[in-house]
């Protein structure tokens, strides 16, 4: 018994050669990551916005200040006028207003 397992031993042995083993866990990764840079590759790149969608934003807050001011000085004029004219009005009631009769 013992001289037909030597046997079987001899006969089995072999230089082991790592290049003509196949890995097939391996080469099933490389292929399933072979088609994700395939789907990668494909996409189209993301768009890049154009220069000309870009504002200035200090030139728009001077247009929007620029736009508030002229209207904020005749609100000012409108209620001197209007206090003028009350006190004319008043001035003028009082100067029209009858005398008393005591005298």
Known sequence: MLDIAGHIVATKT????????????????VSMLEEKTAQLAS???P???SRQNVINLMEVL???LATERPSSRPRAGKRRAIATRAKAASSKSAK????????
Request: no cysteine; proline share 12%.
């Open 43 to 45: 996409r189209p790149a």
């Open 14 to 29: 072999v230089n082991f050669a790592p290049a003509f083993l196949e890995d097939r866990y391996r080469t099933a990764l």
């Open 62 to 64: 001077q247009r929007s």
């Open 96 to 103: 029209m207003r009858p005398r008393s009769s005591s005298r």
């Open 47 to 49: 768009a890049v916005p």
